[in-house]
C-alpha cells in the first residue's frame, strides 16, 4: 500500500535551517505532485510548497524566498528545504502525494507528519 514518511523535524533557532524529507513507497512517484503543508496548534491545515510531477513549483507567500522544494524521482523522494527560519513557522509539517491532476492515476495519499519547532 502506499505510505508516505516524513523525516528531518527538530528544534532550531530564528535564522536557522532544515531540511525535511519525504520517502515515498507503494506508489508512482513521479506521476503524483507533491506537496508539503503545515498545521500549527489551534491553525487549519495550509498548503506550503508544492511541486507538480512535471516539475513546477508553487509556494505560499509566507515561505517564499525562504523555502525551497524539490524532489527526485530516481529516489522516490520529495523535499523540503527550509531556511531563514522563524517562529511563526514551527507547526507538523506533512507530506502529500496528489493524483487529483493525472489523467492514469487516482488518490491522494498523506504522511504522519513532522514537527518542526522554531525558538529562541
Known amino acids: 500500500q502506499a505510505q508516505l514518511v516524513e523525516s528531518g523535524g527538530g528544534v532550531v533557532q530564528p535564522g536557522e535551517s532544515l531540511r525535511l524529507s519525504c520517502a515515498a513507497s507503494g506508489l508512482v512517484f513521479s506521476a503524483a505532485a507533491m506537496n508539503w503543508y503545515r498545521q500549527a496548534p489551534g491553525r487549519q491545515r495550509e498548503l506550503v510548497a508544492a511541486i507538480e510531477s512535471g516539475g513546477n513549483t508553487n509556494y505560499a507567500d509566507s515561505v517564499k524566498g525562504r523555502f525551497t522544494i524539490s524532489r527526485d524521482n530516481s529516489k522516490d523522494t520529495a523535499y523540503l528545504q527550509m531556511n531563514r527560519l522563524k517562529p511563526e513557522d514551527t507547526a507538523v509539517y506533512y507530506c502529500?502525494?496528489?493524483?487529483?491532476?493525472?489523467?492514469?492515476?487516482?488518490?491522494?495519499?498523506w504522511g504522519q507528519g513532522t514537527q518542526v519547532t522554531v525558538s529562541s
Open positions: 502529500n502525494a496528489d493524483y487529483s491532476h493525472s489523467h492514469k492515476y487516482t488518490g491522494v495519499y
